[in-house]
């Protein structure tokens, strides 16, 4: 009788981490790492990738907005004889704001510094029901 281990399925994730500005990235991406890990060490025999599940250990993150998983595309779904591991993880972090409150953050995207309210345009209130 011969007993043959499980096959091991190793999967590479690209994410994409939108973080608040007052967030610090190197915590951001050392806790996105940890959760990540914490995530793969529980995955059982058999189970594969299920992106909404990793998503929403993700946003459990202090100082994560939103997160956007890249690559892999869709679920990964494994044999019942078969560990899925993540292998490599590569992480591109965004800063959460408007573009009229980049000019705030060195490098961003935006930002949710806080900006004069002259320097902020008007809305037009009419269109959204709202009777100045």
Do not use: W
Not at 80 to 97: A, R
């Amino acid at each position: 009788m011969r007993i043959l281990g499980p096959e091991i399925t190793t999967v590479d994730l690209s994410l994409e981490v939108t973080r608040f500005a007052n967030a610090d990235p190197q915590t951001i991406e050392a806790d996105i790492l940890d959760a990540v890990e914490n995530f793969a060490s529980n995955l059982q025999l058999g189970e594969g990738l299920i992106l909404s599940r990793l998503i929403n250990v993700l946003m459990e993150v202090d100082g994560a907005y939103n997160v956007k998983i890249l690559l892999p595309e869709k679920d990964v779904l494994v044999p019942v004889s078969c560990f899925l591991q993540i292998g490599e993880v590569e992480i591109t972090q965004k800063i959460k704001g408007r573009t009229y409150q980049d000019s705030a953050i060195p490098g961003g995207t935006g930002g949710d510094e806080t900006t004069p309210g002259s320097l902020i345009p008007n809305v037009n209130q009419q269109n959204f029901g709202i009777n100045p």
